[in-house]
C-alpha cells in the first residue's frame, strides 16, 4: 500500500480524462481513447515533482504517440493541465520531455508548438526572476527551446535531430553567400543558448561531490545528452559553413565571425571534456573530443583535415537513475476497471489471501480446522518471542551508546575548558589587534586624505586644462573673426572700388551726353543760318525779280509805239514770267519743306535733350545712392575694426590675468625654468612691447591699419603671460630672496599689461596709452634674470688645455699616492693587528688596492683615447686650440677626472678609519660605489668623440670592466669583514614572562618605525642632494641651458 501510495503523489493532480467515453463507441473511438489514455499516463509519469530523472521508456511512448498522430495535440493537451509554473522541477523535466519531441518526434511537433510561443516566453520571463535552483535553469532550457523552434521554421531544411548529409547542407543555403552568412549567424545563436544551458547545470552541480550518482544530480544531468547531441552537429555545420564562406569573402569580412567562433570553441570543448570524465554519461553516452586546436579557416586545405564529431549512444541503454528512484510503474486509474485485477492480486501477493488471515471467517467457519488455529498460535507466539530478543537487543544497544555518550561528554568538557583558556588567550590578543587597528586605521585616513588631496590637485590640473582649452578655443574664434572682418573689409574696399568705377563711367556718359547735346545744337543753328541765308537769297532774287518787271513794264508802256517789235518780246517776257513764277513756287515749296524739316529736327533735338536729362538725373541718383551705401559700410567697417581690436584687447587681458593666477595655483608649484629661457622671453616680449606705439599711431592715422595693430595686441598678450609664467617657474628654481624679486617684478609687469590693454579698450584713452611702465617692469625681469645666470668658466685656449693636462696628471698623481697610502695602512695593520681583525683588514685593503690598479689603468687608457681624439679631431689645429673648440666637452673631461681623483682620495681616507676601527663600513662600500660612478663618468666622458673601432677604446672599456669588478670586490670584502667582526647577540627569551615578551614586541614595533620612517626621510634628503648636486653640475659647466633656451 505504501508503494501505491507513493505512486499516487508522484502526479500533482488526478489523471485527466481526455475523452469522455460515449454510449456508441465504435472501435476507432475505443482506439483513439485507448492512445489519449496511455498518452497521458506516460506524459504524467514522464513529467513529476520528483526530483529524478525522466525514464526513457516513458519519453519514448511520448515519441511514438506524436508519429502515431503526427503531431503534439494530445501531448499539449495534457501538458497545458499541469501547473508548470509552480513546480520548477515539473517545468524542468517538461523541458526535458519536450527537447526529445522537438529532436525525435513527428515534425508537425515544432509547427504545432508554435501557438504556445507565446506562453514559454512568458514563462521564461518568470522563472528569470530566480537567481538559483531549478528556477534559474527553467528559463535557460525554455529560452534555449524557443530558439530551436525558431531555428527550425525559418530554416524548415533542418531536421529537429540536425542530421544531414553536406549535399543537403549546401542545398539550405541556396547556392546565395548571404544565405550562408546569415544562416552561420543563426547557427551561431543557437550554439550560443546551448552552452549557456551547459554552463548554467554545471554551475549549479556541486563537482567536488560525486554529483552524477544521485537521483538529484542525475535529474538535472539527464537533458544534457539532447545538448550533446545538438552541440556536435552545430559545430560541425558550423565549421563547413565558414570554410565555405571563406572561400567566397574576404578574410577581414568574417573577423566577427571567427572571434566568435574561437569563443564558443573553447567552451564547447571544456564542456564536454568535463562531461566524459562524470560517471553517468560514462554508461549512457560516448562523448567526443574536440582537437587541441581550431581549424585554421584562413587555410582552405584545414578543410581536409576537420573530423566531424560523432556522438555515440549505445543501443539497449537503460537509465541508472531507475536504481535510484521509487518505481511509478504502478499508477492506480480509478476509471479503468481492468487495472483491478492486478492491484489486488499484488495486494494478495504481498500481505496473503484474506481467508488466511481472518481468524472469523463466517463464510468458512466450519471449513476451519485446529492444526489451522495451533500454527497461527506457534508463529505469534515465535513472533513474539523474536520481538522480545529484538527489545532487549534494543536495551544492550541504548546502554551501550549510553556509556559513549558519557565518554563523549567528559570529552567535551575538557575540550571547553581548554577552549575557555584559548579564549582568554584570544581576548588578550584582540586587545592588541585592536590597538594595531586603530594604528592601521589612523593610517588610512591619512592615506585617504592624501588620496583626496591627490584627487583636488588632479581635478584642479584638469580644471587649468579645460580652461587652457577654452582659452584656445576662444583664440581661435577670435582669429577667426578677425579673418572674417578682414574678408569683409575686402569686400567692402572693392564695393568702394566699383562704386568709384560706376561714378567715373557716370561721368563720362554725362560729359558725352553734354558733348551730344552740344554738337547737336551746332548743327541746328548751322542749318538754321543756311535755310536763313537761303531764303534770304531768294528773297533777293524775288526783288530783283520784280525790279526786272516794274522796269519791263515801264517799257512796255514806254514802248507801246512799237507793239510789233516789243509783241515777240512781250510774249517772251510772259513765258519767263510764267517760268519765275512756276520757280518761286517751287522755292516757297522747298521753304516750306526745309521748314517742316527744321521743326522735326527742333522736336527730336528737345526729345534728346528732355532724355539726357532724366538719363543724367537717374545716374546722378544712383551715384548719390552708392555714396550712401558706401558712407554705411565704411561706418560699419570702422565700427568692425574697433570691436576686433577690443576682442583681441580683452583676449590679452584674459591671457595675462590666467598667467597671474598660475602664479598662486598650487599644481603650477612644481613647474621649472631657466634663468636663460625667461631672459629670451622677456627680451621677445619688450621687442613685442616697442611695436605697439608704432602700431597704434599706424592706426589712428588710418583705421584701415588694424591688422598690425591686432597682430601686435595678440602677440604681445601672449608674449607677457608667458614671460609672467615662465618667471614663476624660475622662482621655484632660485633662492628665497631672489625668487620674492623675482615674483614681485613678474607680478608689477602683469598689473602694468592689463592697465595699458585697459587704456586701450576705448578709443578716448587710447591716444594717452603710455608702455614704458610696462617696459620698465620687463626689463626688471631682465635684470633679475641676466643676475640668475649660471656664470660659466671662462679660460684661454691655452689655459683650458693646460687645465685638461693639469687635471689628467692631478687624477694620476691621486690615484698613485691612494695606492701607495693603502700599502702603508696594509703594512701597520700586519704589524699591529692579529687573529680575525688582521685577516679581515688584509682582504678589505687588498681588494682597495686592486681597485686603485684598475681605476690607474684606467686612467692611462683615458690618456691615450683622448690623444687618438686630439690627433684625429684637431686637423691642421694645436691641441690647446681642439680642447678650446670643444670647450663643452673639455669641461666634462675636467669634471670627470677631478671626481676620479677626489673618489680615489675620500676612498683611502674612509679604509684608513675602517682599519683603525674608527671607521664604518657602510663609508667605504659608498665610497667603492661613488669612484664606480666617476669612472664611468670618465668613461662616458673618453668615449663621446671616440671612434667606435678603436684599440685605445677597446682598452678602456676592458679597463672600465675592470673597475667595476674591483669595485664589486671592495664591497663584497667589506660586507665580509662587517659580518666577521660585528657581534651578534644570542637571542634568548625563554627566561621572558607572557608580558616581558609583549613589552619587548611593541618596543621593537615603534623602532622599527621609527627607523622605517628616519630610512624614508634619508632616501628622500639623499634624492634631494642628487637633485642639487644635478642643478650645480648643470650651472658649473652650463648643462641645459641652451636647451632651455631653444626650447
Request: contains cysteine.
Amino acid at each position: 500500500m505504501d508503494r501505491v501510495k507513493s505512486s499516487m503523489q508522484q502526479v500533482p493532480n488526478a489523471i485527466p480524462k481526455v475523452i469522455r467515453r460515449t454510449g456508441a463507441a465504435n472501435s476507432l473511438e475505443l482506439e483513439r481513447e485507448n492512445f489519449e489514455r496511455v498518452q497521458a499516463v506516460s506524459i504524467n509519469k514522464a513529467i513529476n515533482t520528483q526530483e529524478v530523472a525522466v525514464k526513457e521508456k516513458h519519453a519514448r511512448t511520448c515519441i511514438l504517440g506524436t508519429h502515431h498522430e503526427k503531431g503534439a495535440h494530445t501531448f499539449w493537451a495534457a501538458v497545458n493541465r499541469l501547473p508548470l509554473s509552480g513546480n520548477a522541477v515539473l517545468c524542468w523535466k517538461f523541458c526535458h520531455v519536450f527537447h526529445k519531441l522537438l529532436r525525435d518526434g513527428h515534425s508537425n511537433v515544432i509547427k504545432d508548438s508554435m501557438r504556445n510561443k507565446a506562453d514559454l516566453t512568458d514563462m521564461s520571463r518568470m522563472w528569470g526572476h530566480l537567481s538559483e535552483g531549478y528556477g534559474k535553469l527553467c528559463s535557460i532550457y525554455l529560452k534555449l527551446i524557443i530558439t530551436k523552434m525558431e531555428f527550425h521554421i525559418k530554416n524548415p531544411r533542418f531536421p529537429g535531430n540536425l542530421q544531414m548529409s553536406n549535399r543537403q547542407l549546401e542545398e539550405a543555403g541556396e547556392n546565395d553567400v548571404n544565405n550562408f552568412f546569415q544562416l552561420t549567424v543563426e547557427m551561431f545563436d543557437y550554439l550560443e543558448c546551448q552552452l549557456n544551458l551547459f554552463l548554467g547545470v554545471f554551475s549549479s552541480l556541486d563537482m567536488s561531490r560525486s554529483v552524477s550518482v544521485t537521483a538529484a544530480g542525475q535529474c538535472r544531468l539527464a537533458p544534457l545528452i539532447q545538448v550533446i547531441l545538438d552541440c556536435s552537429h552545430l559545430y560541425d555545420y558550423t565549421v563547413k559553413l565558414l570554410f565555405k564562406l571563406h572561400s567566397c569573402l574576404p578574410a577581414d569580412t568574417l573577423q566577427g565571425h571567427r572571434d566568435r567562433f574561437q569563443e564558443q570553441f573553447k567552451k564547447l570543448k571544456s564542456l564536454f571534456y568535463r562531461s566524459s570524465n562524470l560517471q553517468y554519461f560514462k554508461r549512457l553516452i560516448q562523448i567526443p573530443q574536440l582537437p587541441e586546436n581550431p581549424p585554421n579557416f584562413l587555410r582552405a586545405s584545414a578543410l581536409s583535415e576537420h573530423i566531424s564529431p560523432v556522438v555515440v549512444i549505445p543501443a539497449e541503454s537503460s537509465s541508472p537513475e531507475s536504481e535510484h528512484m521509487v518505481e511509478t510503474d504502478d499508477l492506480v486509474d480509478t476509471d479503468l476497471p481492468v487495472l483491478a485485477a492486478p492491484v489486488e492480486t499484488k495486494f494478495d501477493d504481498m500481505f496473503g489471501t484474506s481467508a488466511a488471515i481472518d481468524p472469523f471467517n463466517f463464510n468458512n467457519q466450519n471449513g476451519m480446522r485446529k492444526d489451522d488455529k495451533d500454527r497461527l498460535i506457534e508463529q505469534l507466539t515465535r513472533e513474539i518471542q523474536a520481538l522480545k530478543d529484538e527489545l532487549e537487543s534494543f536495551r544492550l544497544e541504548n546502554g551501550r551508546l549510553c556509556q559513549t555518550l558519557r565518554g563523549r561528554v567528559n570529552e567535551l568538557e575538557a575540550e571547553l575548558a581548554e577552549q575557555s583558556h584559548l579564549r582568554l588567550q584570544a581576548a588578550g590578543e584582540s586587545e592588541f589587534l585592536k590597538a594595531e587597528l586603530d594604528d592601521l586605521r589612523k593610517v588610512r585616513e591619512d592615506t585617504v586624505k592624501e588620496q583626496r588631496s591627490l584627487t583636488e590637485i588632479e581635478k584642479k590640473a584638469q580644471a587649468n586644462e579645460q580652461r587652457y582649452t577654452k582659452l584656445k578655443e576662444k583664440y581661435s574664434e577670435l582669429v577667426q573673426g578677425h579673418a572674417e572682418l578682414l574678408r569683409k573689409n575686402a569686400e567692402v574696399t572693392r564695393q568702394v572700388t566699383v562704386a568709384r568705377a560706376a561714378q567715373d563711367e557716370i561721368d563720362a556718359v554725362r560729359k558725352e551726353m553734354q558733348d551730344k547735346v552740344k554738337a547737336a545744337q551746332d548743327c541746328a543753328d548751322r542749318q538754321e543760318r543756311a535755310q536763313r541765308e537761303h531764303m534770304e537769297e531768294l528773297q533777293r532774287e524775288l526783288v530783283s525779280s520784280r525790279a526786272e518787271l516794274d522796269s519791263l513794264k515801264t517799257t512796255m508802256a514806254s514802248s507801246q509805239q512799237s507793239n510789233e517789235t516789243l509783241g515777240t518780246q512781250l510774249a517772251a517776257m510772259e513765258s519767263h514770267k510764267a517760268e519765275l513764277v512756276e520757280s518761286l513756287s517751287k522755292v516757297e515749296a522747298e521753304l516750306a519743306v526745309q521748314g517742316e524739316e527744321l521743326e522735326r529736327v527742333r522736336s527730336s533735338l528737345a526729345s534728346e535733350r528732355e532724355c539726357g536729362v532724366k538719363t543724367a538725373e537717374a545716374l546722378q541718383n544712383q551715384l548719390n545712392d552708392k555714396e550712401s551705401r558706401e558712407q554705411a559700410l565704411e561706418i560699419q567697417l570702422v565700427a568692425a575694426r574697433w570691436s576686433s581690436l577690443q576682442g583681441a584687447v580683452e583676449e590679452a587681458e584674459k591671457i595675462i590675468q590666467d598667467s597671474l593666477a598660475q602664479i598662486d595655483d598650487p599644481a603650477h608649484v612644481t613647474c621649472t625654468s631657466s634663468a636663460d629661457y625667461l631672459a629670451s622671453r622677456c627680451q621677445a616680449s619688450l621687442d613685442c612691447v616697442v611695436q605697439l606705439h608704432p602700431a597704434r599711431d599706424a592706426f589712428l592715422a588710418d583705421d584701415t591699419g588694424v591688422s598690425q595693430l591686432l597682430k601686435v595686441v595678440t602677440q604681445c598678450g601672449h608674449l607677457v603671460g608667458d614671460t609672467i609664467v615662465q618667471g614663476s617657474a624660475t622662482s621655484h628654481m632660485v633662492p628665497v630672496e631672489q625668487a620674492d624679486v623675482l615674483l614681485e617684478s613678474v607680478k608689477a609687469c602683469g598689473t602694468e599689461a592689463l592697465l595699458l590693454l585697459g587704456h586701450m579698450k576705448t578709443k578716448e584713452d587710447i591716444t594717452t596709452a603710455d608702455n614704458c611702465k610696462l617696459k620698465e617692469a620687463l626689463q626688471a625681469i631682465m635684470a633679475s634674470a641676466e643676475k640668475l645666470r649660471p656664470q660659466r668658466l671662462e679660460l684661454q685656449q691655452g689655459e683650458l688645455g693646460d687645465l685638461v693636462e693639469q687635471e689628467m696628471a692631478a687624477t694620476s698623481a691621486a690615484v698613485e699616492s691612494a695606492a701607495a697610502r693603502i700599502e702603508e695602512m696594509l703594512n701597520k695593520s700586519r704589524a699591529v693587528d692579529t687573529g680575525i681583525k688582521m685577516e679581515v683588514n688584509e682582504r678589505i685593503l687588498a681588494s682597495c688596492t686592486d681597485l686603485m690598479a684598475a681605476i690607474k689603468a684606467l686612467v692611462l687608457s683615458s690618456k691615450d683615447l683622448q690623444k687618438d681624439i686630439v690627433e684625429s679631431g684637431r686637423g691642421a689645429a694645436s691641441t690647446k686650440e681642439f680642447y678650446a673648440k670643444n670647450s663643452r666637452w673639455t669641461e666634462g673631461l675636467i669634471s670627470a677626472s677631478k671626481a676620479v681623483g677626489w673618489g680615489a682620495t675620500v676612498m683611502v681616507d674612509a679604509a684608513d678609519l675602517v682599519v683603525q676601527g674608527k671607521g664604518k663600513f657602510e663609508e667605504l662600500m659608498v665610497c667603492s660605489r661613488e669612484i664606480a660612478a666617476s669612472t664611468a663618468q670618465l668613461v662616458a666622458a673618453s668615449k663621446v668623440k671616440a671612434d667606435k673601432d678603436s684599440a685605445n677604446l677597446h682598452r678602456l672599456q676592458q679597463a672600465s670592466r675592470g673597475v667595476t669588478q674591483a669595485t664589486a670586490t671592495v664591497v663584497a670584502s667589506t660586507k665580509s669583514g662587517k659580518s666577521q667582526i660585528e657581534d651578534k647577540d644570542t637571542m634568548d627569551f625563554s627566561s621572558m614572562t607572557l608580558t616581558q615578551i609583549k613589552r619587548q614586541e611593541m618596543d621593537a614595533q615603534v623602532l622599527v618605525l621609527e627607523l622605517e620612517a628616519r630610512l624614508q626621510k634619508e632616501r628622500e634628503r639623499l634624492g634631494e642632494l642628487r637633485k642639487k648636486h644635478y642643478e650645480l653640475a648643470g650651472v658649473a659647466e652650463g648643462w641645459g641651458a641652451d636647451e632651455e633656451g631653444s626650447g
